[in-house]
């Protein structure tokens, strides 16, 4: 029995949905058997072929042949004189299959079986996306910009599954245009109104887990171990890694060959700072590797309230406290302490605050050279010119002004 229009129904299903044979014809007989029920009462006595590759599909009614005015359920029994219509030499007790038509059923009940297929083929697809993504959860994957918006980005894969990669999972300086191969990691999958949502990252940690094991064999294979990893996205990142065998160097084997391994990976984190430490269980020791590359003087360290006290010479305290404050701010996140830095010297009693100057430089000016670690006159004075343009981001001319009214003050 051809299912006439459900034939080319089954066809499409069977070439472009992502569902395989066996699942299809047990979803086409469910469907089936479910409209046979409500027509028939029961669909137990009903057999369903289903030949995909065909759209065929046949439905057959098993009744048994009971004596005339015997029939107590129609939907099971016939009786003798009509089953011999169908054919001469039936008797009593005899099962009779009788094919069920296309045309039995009401143009309602066919739309109502379409709808249900289309239901129930697309409940399993959202299905089969959802469990494939959710295996899924911190790989790396590579799709292709399909529609980018202000708050997010629509990304389709290799399968043309669509993902969204968030404007807060985005490195500050991406900027993606349709066409575009995106790297991102998986990072959590849930269902909305009943459909799979894949968010990626670009910002986790994990994704730059995810990178370092693919650029660095000694990590993938295990003979590096990877303890913390801290991030502040497109600026800088702390990764402490450790290795058990004393023939390894951790450090240089992450970082590679003249910066062979780690290039890669700044490149695709939008020229992320990327520092690699040497991880130690001594707090004291890894505070100091953290902040490099400013030199650490002494530290003294308060177990119970986790903050340490970390000394060293003016000249250090910008390095240390690095651009925007990420520098120490990364540091502390990635020892688990709560750093703060002090000027190892006794106090300058010729030096001025720059908070004194607020009349003649604007405090915003003033703020930005505190975030570098430079709240006197002397600390302002004691580094070059460039490397305050380049540490603040102000403007020469701003800079200029600055140290003008500072050396004003000594002359």
């Given at each position: 029995?051809?299912?006439?229009?459900?034939?080319?129904?089954?066809?499409?299903?069977?070439?472009?949905?992502?569902?395989?044979?066996?699942?299809?014809?047990?979803?086409?007989?469910?469907?089936?058997?479910?409209?046979?029920?409500?027509?028939?009462?029961?669909?137990?006595?009903?057999?369903?072929?289903?030949n995909i590759d065909k759209g065929d599909l046949e439905i057959f009614r098993n009744r048994t042949i009971v004596e005339d005015g015997q029939v107590s359920d129609p939907s099971r029994?016939?009786?003798?004189?009509?089953?011999?219509?169908?054919?001469?030499?039936?008797?009593?007790?005899?099962?009779?299959?009788?094919?069920?038509?296309?045309?039995?059923?009401?143009?309602?009940?066919?739309?109502?079986?379409?709808?249900?297929?289309?239901?129930?083929?697309?409940?399993?697809?959202?299905?089969?996306?959802?469990?494939?993504?959710?295996?899924?959860?911190?790989?790396?994957?590579?799709?292709?910009?399909?529609?980018?918006?202000?708050?997010?980005?629509?990304?389709?894969?290799?399968?043309?599954?669509?993902?969204?990669?968030?404007?807060?999972?985005?490195?500050?300086?991406?900027?993606?245009?349709?066409?575009?191969?995106?790297?991102?990691?998986?990072?959590?999958?849930?269902?909305?109104?009943?459909?799979?949502?894949?968010?990626?990252?670009?910002?986790s940690p994990i994704f730059l887990e995810r990178l370092l094991e693919a650029e660095v064999p000694e990590i993938y294979d295990g003979l590096i171990t990877i303890r913390n990893i801290?991030?502040?996205?497109?600026?800088?990142?702390?990764?402490?890694?450790?290795?058990?065998?004393?023939?390894?160097?951790?450090?240089?084997?992450?970082?590679?060959?003249?910066?062979?391994?780690?290039?890669?990976?700044?490149?695709?984190?939008?020229?992320?700072?990327?520092?690699?430490?040497?991880?130690?269980?001594?707090?004291?020791?890894?505070?100091?590797?953290?902040?490099?590359?400013?030199?650490?003087?002494?530290?003294?360290?308060?177990?119970?309230?986790?903050?340490?006290?970390?000394?060293?010479?003016?000249?250090?305290?910008?390095?240390?406290?690095?651009?925007?404050?990420?520098?120490?701010?990364?540091?502390?996140?990635?020892?688990?302490?709560?750093?703060?830095?002090?000027?190892?010297?006794?106090?300058?009693?010729?030096?001025?605050?720059?908070?004194?100057?607020?009349?003649?430089?604007?405090?915003?000016?003033?703020?930005?050279?505190?975030?570098?670690?430079?709240?006197?006159?002397?600390?302002?004075?004691?580094?070059?010119?460039?490397?305050?343009?380049?540490?603040?981001?102000?403007?020469?001319?701003?800079?200029?002004?600055?140290?003008?009214?500072?050396?004003?003050?000594?002359?």
């Amino acid at each position: 029995m051809k299912t006439l229009d459900l034939s080319g129904s089954f066809q499409e299903f069977k070439e472009f949905k992502n569902i395989d044979r066996e699942t299809l014809m047990r979803i086409l007989e469910e469907v089936f058997r479910s409209a046979l029920a409500k027509r028939y009462g029961s669909e137990d006595n009903f057999d369903i072929i289903v030949n995909i590759d065909k759209g065929d599909l046949e439905i057959f009614r098993n009744r048994t042949i009971v004596e005339d005015g015997q029939v107590s359920d129609p939907s099971r029994e016939i009786a003798l004189s009509d089953a011999v219509k169908i054919e001469s030499d039936f008797e009593v007790g005899e099962e009779l299959s009788e094919p069920i038509r296309m045309t039995d059923f009401g143009r309602r009940e066919i739309l109502s079986i379409r709808q249900n297929l289309v239901g129930k083929i697309q409940d399993y697809e959202k299905s089969l996306i959802f469990q494939k993504y959710r295996d899924k959860v911190g790989e790396v994957i590579v799709g292709e910009v399909y529609q980018p918006w202000n708050k997010e980005v629509l990304i389709l894969d290799d399968e043309k599954i669509e993902l969204i990669l968030p404007k807060n999972e985005q490195i500050p300086a991406d900027r993606f245009r349709k066409g575009d191969t995106v790297r991102a990691v998986v990072l959590k999958v849930e269902m909305r109104n009943n459909n799979p949502v894949i968010i990626l990252s670009r910002t986790s940690p994990i994704f730059l887990e995810r990178l370092l094991e693919a650029e660095v064999p000694e990590i993938y294979d295990g003979l590096i171990t990877i303890r913390n990893i801290v991030r502040q996205p497109g600026e800088r990142a702390k990764i402490a890694v450790e290795s058990y065998d004393d023939r390894i160097d951790p450090v240089g084997s992450c970082v590679g060959v003249k910066g062979g391994r780690i290039h890669g990976i700044v490149r695709e984190l939008r020229n992320e700072n990327i520092d690699v430490i040497n991880y130690s269980s001594r707090p004291d020791l890894m505070i100091q590797r953290a902040l490099s590359p400013a030199k650490v003087t002494s530290i003294k360290i308060n177990e119970e309230e986790k903050k340490a006290e970390v000394f060293m010479q003016p000249d250090q305290v910008s390095l240390a406290i690095g651009k925007g404050g990420y520098n120490i701010k990364l540091a502390s996140r990635l020892v688990g302490y709560e750093i703060e830095v002090y000027r190892d010297t006794d106090e300058d009693y010729d030096d001025v605050a720059l908070a004194e100057f607020n009349d003649e430089i604007e405090q915003w000016v003033i703020d930005e050279l505190i975030k570098i670690g430079c709240d006197t006159a002397k600390s302002v004075l004691s580094l070059p010119k460039q490397e305050l343009i380049t540490r603040t981001d102000l403007e020469e001319e701003t800079i200029d002004h600055v140290l003008d009214v500072l050396k004003s003050e000594f002359e």
